[in-house]
């Protein structure tokens, strides 16, 4: 059965961390740090996502972590992709 009110918990702090990315990008912050700061939310809600939204908590380990091997491969060919653009 499904707890709505744990997946509406889960929406808030969604929404409330996106609330706080746009904040941060117009705070004036220094460049580094407000793309740190965005850098680390996304990754926060990213990570909120794919556990609680795709079901990879409740799911065998060897899922999840063919899950992350594709991500790190994405990832890596994105960096190798914007280092060769240069």
């Known amino acids: 059965m499904v707890n709505t009110k744990f997946y509406t918990i889960i929406y ?7 609330t ?6 117009f705070a004036g912050l220094e460049y580094w740090t407000a793309f740190g700061l965005i850098m680390v939310l996304s990754a926060a ?6 556990a609680y939204f795709q079901h990879l ?3 065998p380990r060897s899922v999840t972590y063919l899950i992350g091997i594709g991500l790190a491969a994405a990832l890596a060919l994105t960096f190798a992709a914007s280092y060769s653009i240069l």
């Open 45 to 50: 809600k990213a990570i909120l996502v794919a």
């Open 57 to 59: 908590r409740w799911e």
């Open 12 to 18: 808030v702090v969604l929404f409330v961390s996106a």
């Open 20 to 25: 706080i990315q746009v904040l941060v990008e």
